[in-house]
Every structure is written in structure tokens, then in C-alpha cells.
């Protein structure tokens, strides 16, 4: 049971649990569920383990629900552009079947590869492409839930419109397997989209990148990605993968647009301008398809080839984006502050930042600094008036930060919530929130 025990958060906490299920079906899960009821043990629901806050850490004496048997494409549905799947459905093998139907499912997060939709469903994850098109909760229709007392409910709709009841269906994205463990997903597809055009620029530094994030942004183009990767990111995915990498610049700005025709051009020409007047020491389209894919591909990487010269510590801030040089700037001072080295990666676009704190292994007294570092950064999002995650959630790691953020009276919403999904506490307890008497 050990490769169960927890996600990839550093250093968050875990235990052992009692034992590890792998439901094959609805009936199955609630059965276990009932199971914890009748004898007060928690349920800790489990994706593919990819998530960054410990969310899906066990606790000691708990059920592991690994859903990794629960993994079926029931149903893709071109006519009416949606998608039923099981939750152990990997990211890019739903995207793949869809791409064979002439339709797309847009959210893909730089762990699309081995995610899990259930899990993406769970933490409201995001990616590249949200900038343009949203993220999970945006392509939910309705999920079938075995709720906290063991009951199969169907939430949301098949339809293009409702609002017959309360938003239970998007109550339950974000929240992390605390109100229901959740079995089956409809969701909205697109049709296919016209091929991309990709804009890449080079800076100085975190700031100069950042000007250039809001210049784009002012300018009123929307692209369809625009990602932030720096030298350090570069340097440690070209070690692991020889892909050839420069690593000249502090920073590189990638941009994509996939509007159509002449007035794609010329977005992309406002985007290459808006580098370049921002003080891109080079900037321009790029005509190499397979180096631009390279320096994607690279931005999807640099969390695991980091990981791999030690401990990482991953933040998840989202800022106002006119606000996105401040908070870059806050990062750099942070990492000073504390004397610790910080990589960065972004969804620039949006204002997500996932700052990385690495740390040489066995140090103690570097690890004990970059957790300051760490809830520093909490703090400064906050005081940017943005928010403790973006996508990653909140697990274990970030319940001081969100509680600060929600304030005690919607905390207590919360907790209210929580008792009438979940009236026994054992779904995926301690994670999300913190005590009532906080």
C-alpha cells in the first residue's frame, strides 16, 4: 500500500491506511462507503496521484478509493458535443478519442499525460489553454456522487441550458473529495480547432516577461496559451531530456493564437509587438513547428525534471493579470529573503504563477526556509487581492492560506456544507479545511 499513501506535495503529512480498494463500478464505491459509515472509518478518494497539495494524502486507519479501475469512455456524443466518462479516465486519452471525432476537450493541465479526469474534477484543474477557455469547472455538465451517506445521486444536466435547483454539480468541482465521492462525468466538448500559431520571446528577467504578460493583455488579444518558463526550468528539462534547449535567456514568454485566417496573423503579430515593446531581447513568430512544440513540451516538463534534482516545494498563486509583474517581483524577493533558489513557470496569461522552491536533499535547515518562503508568497497573492491556488487546491498544504483568504464567516459556510454532504466526517477529512475554530 505504500505507493498509496500520498500525492506528489512535498512534504505534506500522510499516514498509512487500513487498506486500498479498487472499485469497478458505482454499486462498488457505494458499498465502501457505506462500509465507512457503519464503522467510522474515513475515505480518502485517489486519482493517479499527480496532485501538488496533498489532497489525496492518506491518514492513518483510512480506505484508499484508487480509481484506476474505474476508467471507462462510456459515451462521446458529436451531436451533442459532450463526453460521459468514469473518473480513472487518464487526461490526453479522453482528449485523444475525442480528436478522433473532430471534437476537443480543452482543459489540459501539464499533467494531462497521467491525470485523471476524476481528479482534474476535483481540484478544478486547469492548464495551458485556460487562458482562452476555461478551465474544468467551465466544461462540466453533471456528475453522478455517492454522497456521505452512501446514497448514488445525479447532479447537473445533459443540456445545453438549466437552472432547476441549486448548483450541486458545480459545487462538487473544487471540493476536493470532501462532499461525495464522485463516479461518473459529463462533459461539454468543442469542435476541432484551426492550427496554432506560436510566438516566443526572450527577457531578462521575471519582471520584463511580466510587463510583457500585461501589454498582451491590454492589448486585447486573447491567446490561446501564453506561458512563462525560465532558464532554470530550461536547463534542468534539457539535462534529463537533451531536447537541445537554449538556456541564454533568464526567461522565455511562449504565446499561441488559434484564431483563424488573416486576423490570426495579425493577433500574433500584436503579441510578437507586445514582446518586443516590453524589452524582449528577441522576439518573433516562430516557423519551426518542431522547436516550438519542443519549448511547450519543455514548459510541460519542468515540474518532474526539477523533482528530480531534489525536493520541490510548488506554489499555486493566481493574481489579477494587470498585477502579474508586481507579484514576479515579490517572488524575487522572497527567494532573497530566505535564501533560497526559486524556478518559475506560469500560466502567464491568467495570472496563475507556480513558483518552485528547490531545496538540496537532507537539508533541513534550507527546507525549513522554503516553507517560510512558501506561505510569504501566500500572503503576497493575497495581498494582491488574488487567491492561495489556482488549480492545485488546497489539500494539506494551503489551509492556512485559504482560510485567511475565505475570512471566518464564509469559513463557516463551509463548514456548514461540509455537515450536510458529509454528516459522519469521513470523506477525505482535514484536507481543505481547517478547524471550526479557526
Known sequence: MATYRHDEAEWA???????????????EVRTLVRWCVSHRVPLVPRGAGTGLSGGANAVDGC??????????????????????VRP???????????????????????????????GNVATNAGGMCCVKYGVTRDYVLGLEVVTGRGEIVSLGRRTAKGVAGYDLCGLMVGSEGTLGVITGITLRLRPA??????????????????EAVSAVVASGVTPSALELVDR???AAVDAWKKMGLSTRAAVVLL??????????????????????????TWADHSTDAYEADALFQARRLAYPALERLGPVLTEDVCVPRALVPEMLSRVERAAARHDVRIANIAHAGDGNLHPLILTPPGDDDQRTRAQRAFEDILDDALALGGTVTGEHGVGLLKRRGAAT??????????HAVKQALDPHGILNPGKVLTSQRT
Not at 258 to 266: K, L, P, S
Not at 405 to 414: D, T
Open 232 to 234: 532554470h526550468c530550461l
Open 88 to 118: 480513472g479516465v487518464v487526461n490526453d486519452d479522453l482528449r485523444a478519442a475525442c480528436a478522433e471525432r473532430g471534437l476537443w476537450y480543452p482543459p489540459d493541465p501539464a499533467s494531462s499525460p497521467w491525470s485523471t479526469i476524476g
Open 255 to 280: 504565446a499561441r493564437v488559434d484564431t483563424a485566417g488573416a486576423e490570426g496573423d495579425a493577433e500574433a503579430a500584436r503579441v510578437r509587438d507586445c514582446f518586443r515593446a516590453a524589452g524582449a
Open 405 to 414: 483568504e475565505l475570512g471566518p464567516e464564509v469559513l463557516a459556510l463551509h
Open 193 to 210: 480547432r484551426p492550427p496554432e500559431r506560436t510566438v516566443a520571446g526572450h527577457f531578462d528577467s521575471l519582471v520584463a516577461a511580466g
Open 63 to 84: 480506505l484508499v478509493v484508487s480509481f484506476e479501475d474505474l476508467a471507462e469512455i462510456v459515451e462521446i456524443d458529436p451531436a451533442e458535443r459532450l463526453a460521459v
Open 13 to 27: 503529512p500522510y499516514g498509512t491506511p487500513l487498506a486500498v480498494a479498487r472499485p469497478r463500478s458505482t454499486e
